[in-house]
């Protein structure tokens, strides 16, 4: 008998048991209704497999590469703010144990542990995720912007640059690798138990020096109060542009669900695109990502690698969205509750897990390798089952 959670959703429970209600609430939670949350998880479970036999699964080979980095599966760490409130290692221990097992993972802009701090623990592949913030806390002066832009243009330019930027050069100096641009989060999404539990904003390293966010202390929740102050709402593809002309490195967006949106970014330059609705943390009622990638990755027509994210919590998840298109998937919360029950050896536990289930989903679909898994692998029924009632 195995010792311990078997499988994503006992990590989830475990956690639940471990964590503070404000903790567990901030971390499982999602926007509004949750509509949108439990639907990212429901709409892998209306699509089938089709699985081809007597092909020789003998040896099965999960490893790929993005943008040019290896990696031992497809399956990567996603950005989630805040890890010290799961454990005082925070993203040390998820750095380490991403490194562990061969695997990329993206640091949040809203980290705990500074990107430096972060960088120095483990020489594995990172990337860097950034939140264009806004304020006028420092000016960097930008001739070409001044001769080209009128001067409300220029100013809401110049407001967002400093710290951009700054984030970028010691993302750049740090050794990460590239740059996930979070894109659907113009302001915060209305979470309501965060409201009702007055959530809590916890220190975030990076900023520290760059930016004094002033968050309310007697309002509802503080991350609201925190992202109001450091969110830009007025981000737009011109920034997009901005950002490639500052940093050699590459550049993927993270919040694409529409298939107009996927082609202008790859219009925009990008070297990747996440389909992402933030874990339903941000619009509700947007659809299943799963749902959309079919549509994006027809638009984006292989111009660029598309990864997925949200509700991906079993080793099938992961090969569904393999066959319809995705180079990769990124895991959010899994990782967070791993971190939770059991520091970086219960994040090891989590990708390790939906390694070995993507693995043994391959060899029962007869896909000895990535490459082998297809369109044709996959049954979709994407509408909601009725009620039998
Ligand atoms: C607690 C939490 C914090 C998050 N923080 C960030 C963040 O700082 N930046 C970001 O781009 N996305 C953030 N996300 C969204 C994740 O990157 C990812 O899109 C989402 O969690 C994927 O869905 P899943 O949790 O169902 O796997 C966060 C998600 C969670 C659950
Ligand atoms: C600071 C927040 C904007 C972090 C975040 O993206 C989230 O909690 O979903």
């Known amino acids: 008998m195995e010792d311990g959670p078997v499988n994503l959703r006992e990590f989830q429970e475990l956690a639940k048991r471990n964590l503070p209600k404000m903790y567990y609430d901030y971390f499982s939670g ?3 209704d949750q509509f949108t ?29 993005l943008l040019g ?12 703010g805040s890890q010290q409130l799961a454990h005082p290692q925070g993203e040390l221990a998820t750095a380490r144990a991403a490194a562990a097992c061969n695997t990329i993972m993206v640091l949040s802009f809203a980290s705990n542990y500074s990107l430096e701090d972060v ?31 009128s001067f409300e243009q220029f100013l809401q330019v110049f407001k967002r640059r400093d710290v951009s930027a700054a984030l970028l050069q010691r993302a750049e100096r740090n050794g990460y690798k590239a740059i996930v641009v979070t894109v659907d989060t113009p302001r915060l999404g209305r979470r309501e138990a965060d409201i009702k539990n007055k959530m809590i904003m916890p220190r975030n390293s990076n900023l520290e020096g760059l930016i004094s966010v002033d968050v309310n202390p007697t309002g509802g929740s503080k991350l609201e109060a925190f992202a109001s102050e450091t969110l830009d709402p007025s981000l737009s593809w011109k920034d997009i542009e ?9 550049i993927m967006v993270k919040g694409i669900i529409t298939a107009e949106d996927a082609r202008k970014a790859v219009d925009a330059g990008v070297s990747g695109i996440v389909v992402s609705n933030h874990g339903a943390r941000q619009l509700d009622y947007t659809p299943p990502t799963i749902s959309v990638l079919d549509e994006v990755v027809k638009a984006v027509s292989g111009a660029v690698p598309v990864l997925l ?18 180079k990769a998937v990124m895991i959010g919360r899994p990782v967070v509750y791993g971190l939770a029950v059991k520091g ?17 989903t391959m060899a029962l679909a007869g896909c000895p390798t990535l490459r082998d898994i297809t369109r044709n692998h996959v049954m979709i029924n994407y509408e909601r089952p009725r009620s039998p009632l």
């Open 309 to 326: 994210d949200g509700g991906v919590r079993r080793g099938t998840d992961v090969f569904k969205a393999l066959a319809l298109g995705a």
């Open 30 to 32: 999602g926007a509004e």
């Open 37 to 65: 949350l439990r639907e990212n998880v429901e709409a892998f479970q209306r699509i089938m497999l089709r699985p081809r036999i007597l092909v020789d699964v003998s040896k099965i080979d999960m490893s790929t590469t």
């Open 344 to 360: 970086e050896h219960g994040v090891r536990s989590v990708i390790k897990m939906l390694q070995n289930e993507l693995e043994l």
């Open 69 to 80: 980095y290896n990696m031992s599966s497809p399956i990567l760490v996603a950005p989630t």
């Open 119 to 149: 960088a120095s623990t483990c020489s594995a592949v990172r990337f860097y995720q950034l939140y264009v913030r806004s304020g006028f806390d420092a000016f960097c002066l930008c001739f070409h912007c001044f001769i080209t832009c």
């Open 242 to 250: 901005w950002l490639k002309s500052i940093t050699k490195l590459p």
